[in-house]
């Protein structure tokens, strides 16, 4: 009994002084499952060439562009009326008389059937407004403030669809970060199965505590295969962005970096200057400040010019002269031109309705535009603190993380060592895990806060 105690220790001791590679090519190890594949090796993306193709293919992008380029054909003096317009004008027309033509100096009538007439009028006629109450120059400068509005606008979902790329590229680098970090895991519950497999071949471990080991990597395995899936739909979300085919695999080659120098203050002044939709508020309050001068306008006397070049040429062939049937051919042609002017009396009380309506939604701009003011400071307020938040959890997680890898080390070298309990090894593998989450969560957390400040101030697009 003795020698047989002393031999026990004697392999213990023998099993605990081999490193960790010798005991995972021990002979007598049973084959351990399969390590489950890493991510495919795909083209690199960078964050720059990602918003690139978006910037490119993003199709509220495009379509807010080409908004943007019909407001911009819209600008024209001619679409304001300041410049006249010219018009030409034909009319041909034939016709076929029967023609019964009676008079008290002839006994008998006279007729005539399938008498041909043909008529001609060709003209050009020009029309040109002089004066409308300064309208059609407050009718101008309405179509450039359109203008103006629908370019804020399409810059507006620039910055928006800037920051959405942001958000969707640096998902992805969190969902591929989490799996480097259960495929860490995943290599430490290996190196259990092995420590525990060998143990158990020489007999100072029971067999429970490599089933309980290979339960414990099988559901590390499961968290893997969903990270994954989680890593999949992230890249479906982002190519979906880019208006690129949501199959397109890729690797995100930068890291999350926040910066941690924003000033409020800065910030603050950034959004009062740069934010496009302040700036499209500010801009909607000009358009309709021009929509009710031109309601007033509309009450002033209208003067404008008229002139025109016609012919008219007449082919009567039922015409008599006499008792005999004899064609007449007509023709004027000439040059005409006048003033036009016209003064507005009496609508029914329109205009007046009118100059109310566009008053209300003067008023109505001016709301709005409070209400923008006030919503982007309250978006500010929010982010910010989001952000010095974030920031310190950042600190506090960075620090963290090192101490738990730093934990698990110990833990497992104890383990090899058969001085740790294999549940005790599980808990500090599962508290690295859940740092790594954390510290993977608060950073793009972090980042959130920062693209939504750079947003607000009008910072992402130059």
Same mark, same amino acid.
């Given at each position: 009994?003795?020698?047989?105690?002393?031999?026990?220790?004697?392999?213990?001791?023998?099993?605990?002084?081999?490193?960790?590679?010798?005991?995972? #090519?021990?002979?007598?190890?049973?084959?351990?499952?399969?390590?489950?594949?890493?991510?495919?090796?795909?083209?690199?993306?960078? &964050?720059?060439?990602?918003?690139?193709?978006?910037?490119?293919?993003?199709?509220?992008?495009?379509?807010?562009?080409?908004?943007?380029?019909?407001? +911009?054909?819209?600008?024209? @003096? +001619?679409?304001?009326?300041?410049?006249?317009?010219?018009?030409?004008?034909?009319?041909?027309?034939?016709?076929?008389?029967?023609?019964? #033509?009676?008079?008290? %100096?002839?006994?008998?009538?006279?007729?005539?059937?399938?008498?041909?007439?043909?008529?001609?009028?060709?003209?050009?006629?020009?029309?040109?407004?002089?004066?409308?109450?300064?309208?059609?120059?407050? %009718?101008?400068?309405?179509?450039?403030? !359109?203008?103006?509005?629908?370019?804020?606008?399409?810059?507006?979902? =620039?910055?928006?669809?800037?920051?959405?790329?942001?958000?969707?590229?640096?998902?992805?680098? @969190?969902?591929?970060?989490?799996?480097?970090?259960?495929?860490?895991?995943?290599?430490? +519950?290996?190196?259990?199965?092995?420590?525990?497999?060998?143990?158990?071949?020489?007999?100072?471990?029971?067999?429970?505590?490599?089933?309980?080991?290979?339960?414990?990597?099988?559901?590390?395995?499961?968290?893997?295969?969903? /990270?994954?899936?989680?890593?999949?739909?992230?890249?479906?979300?982002?190519?979906?962005?880019?208006?690129?085919?949501?199959?397109?695999?890729?690797?995100?080659?930068?890291?999350?970096?926040? $910066?941690?120098?924003?000033?409020?203050?800065?910030?603050?002044?950034?959004?009062?200057?740069?934010?496009?939709?302040? /700036?499209?508020?500010?801009?909607?309050?000009?358009?309709?400040?021009?929509?009710?001068?031109?309601?007033?306008?509309?009450?002033?006397?209208?003067?404008?010019?008229?002139?025109?070049? +016609?012919?008219?040429?007449?082919?009567?062939?039922?015409?008599?002269?006499?008792?005999?049937?004899?064609?007449?051919?007509?023709?004027?042609?000439?040059?005409?031109?006048?003033?036009? *002017?016209?003064?507005?009396?009496?609508?029914?009380?329109?205009?007046? @309705?009118?100059?109310?309506?566009?008053?209300?939604?003067?008023?109505?701009?001016?709301? #709005?535009?409070? #209400?923008?003011?006030? /919503? !982007?400071?309250?978006?500010?307020?929010?982010?910010?603190?989001?952000?010095?938040?974030?920031?310190? =959890? !950042?600190?506090?997680?960075?620090?963290?993380? !090192?101490?738990? @890898?730093?934990?698990? $080390?110990?833990?497992?070298?104890?383990?090899?060592?058969?001085? &740790?309990?294999? =549940?005790?090894?599980?808990?500090?593998?599962?508290?690295? =895990?859940? *740092?790594?989450?954390?510290?993977?969560?608060?950073?793009?957390?972090?980042?959130?806060?920062?693209?939504?400040?750079?947003? &607000?101030?009008?910072?992402?697009?130059?």
């Amino acid at each position: 009994m003795q020698f047989s105690a002393y031999l026990l220790r004697f392999s213990s001791a023998a099993l605990l002084a081999l490193p960790l590679p010798a005991l995972a #090519q021990q002979p007598q190890a049973k084959p351990q499952p399969a390590r489950p594949a890493t991510v495919t090796p795909a083209a690199p993306l960078t &964050l720059a060439e990602a918003i690139r193709i978006g910037l490119e293919n993003n199709y509220n992008i495009r379509l807010a562009r080409t908004d943007e380029q019909i407001a +911009g054909n819209n600008v024209t @003096r +001619g679409n304001a009326g300041q410049l006249p317009t010219v018009n030409g004008n034909l009319t041909r027309s034939f016709t076929l008389n029967n023609v019964r #033509q009676e008079s008290s %100096a002839r006994p008998e009538p006279s007729t005539a059937s399938g008498a041909q007439s043909n008529f001609l009028n060709a003209n050009v006629a020009a029309t040109w407004t002089i004066f409308d109450g300064l309208g059609m120059f407050i %009718a101008y400068d309405r179509l450039q403030a !359109l203008s103006e509005s629908q370019r804020l606008l399409t810059r507006a979902t =620039l910055e928006e669809t800037v920051a959405s790329i942001t958000d969707a590229y640096f998902a992805v680098v @969190r969902e591929a970060g989490r799996i480097q970090s259960i495929e860490e895991a995943l290599k430490i +519950g290996q190196a259990r199965i092995d420590l525990t497999q060998a143990r158990v071949d020489v007999g100072v471990s029971a067999k429970v505590e490599v089933l309980t080991a290979r339960v414990d990597y099988n559901a590390d395995q499961s968290a893997l295969i969903q /990270q994954q899936e989680a890593l999949t739909t992230a890249k479906i979300n982002l190519n979906t962005l880019l208006g690129r085919s949501p199959r397109l695999d890729f690797r995100p080659a930068d890291s999350i970096v926040v $910066a941690r120098d924003l000033d409020q203050a800065t910030i603050t002044q950034a959004i009062l200057q740069n934010n496009p939709r302040l /700036q499209q508020a500010k801009a909607a309050t000009e358009v309709a400040t021009l929509d009710r001068r031109l309601v007033r306008a509309s009450r002033l006397p209208q003067v404008g010019l008229t002139s025109g070049y +016609g012919l008219n040429r007449n082919v009567n062939g039922a015409a008599f002269f006499g008792t005999q049937l004899v064609t007449n051919t007509g023709r004027t042609y000439g040059l005409n031109y006048g003033v036009v *002017a016209s003064v507005p009396i009496f609508d029914g009380f329109n205009r007046r @309705r009118l100059e109310q309506n566009a008053r209300v939604g003067e008023e109505q701009s001016q709301l #709005q535009l409070s #209400q923008t003011q006030l /919503q !982007l400071a309250a978006d500010a307020e929010q982010a910010y603190a989001r952000y010095q938040n974030r920031l310190r =959890l !950042l600190e506090l997680e960075e620090a963290n993380i !090192l101490l738990a @890898r730093q934990n698990v $080390a110990i833990a497992l070298e104890r383990y090899r060592l058969g001085l &740790l309990t294999p =549940l005790v090894l599980r808990e500090a593998q599962r508290t690295q =895990l859940d *740092a790594e989450t954390r510290l993977l969560d608060i950073r793009f957390q972090a980042k959130q806060a920062e693209t939504a400040l750079r947003r &607000l101030s009008g910072g992402l697009v130059r």
